[in-house]
Nanobody, 123 residues
Framework: QVQLVESGGGLVQAGASLRLSCAASTRTFSTYNMAWFRQAPGKEREFVAGIRCSRGTYYADSVKGRFTISRDNAKNTVYIQMNNLKPEDTAVYHC?????????????????WGQGSQVTVSS
């Protein structure tokens, strides 16, 4: 398994931006599909954004056009840039890794999870 450590969360007002980072402890980071999930209180963990080894990206409809996922294989790090944040984006954001082929949209396909980073958006 890969150790994943997130950073960059916080409390912001609606309309603001935040960037989360996730550092991975593996020499084979470039071979992993990476994704961000989030979990709000009382809700199921849900997919937010994913990036393949090929750097192809895909997003949940709720964040499309506002969030951008990227990766830096030289730094073993995946990022998510979150713009125009809304109160409904409030959640704990988890970084996820998988060496399975295809898109990483189901929590059941995740091999490794980060501990999570709290994002709170006030109205």
């Amino acid at each position: 398994q890969v150790q994943l450590v997130e950073s960059g969360g916080g409390l912001v007002q609606a309309g603001a931006s935040l960037r989360l980072s996730c550092a991975a402890s593996t020499r084979t980071f470039s071979t992993y599909n990476m994704a961000w999930f989030r979990q709000a209180p009382g809700k199921e963990r849900e997919f937010v954004a994913g990036i393949r080894c090929s750097r192809g990206t895909y997003y949940a409809d709720s964040v499309k056009g506002r969030f951008t996922i990227s990766r830096d294989n030289a730094k073993n790090t995946v990022y998510i840039q979150m713009n125009n944040l809304k109160p409904e984006d409030t959640a704990v954001y988890h970084c996820a890794a998988s060496n399975k082929l295809g898109t990483l949209v189901s929590p059941n396909d995740v091999d490794s999870w980060g501990q999570g980073s709290q994002v709170t958006v006030s109205s």
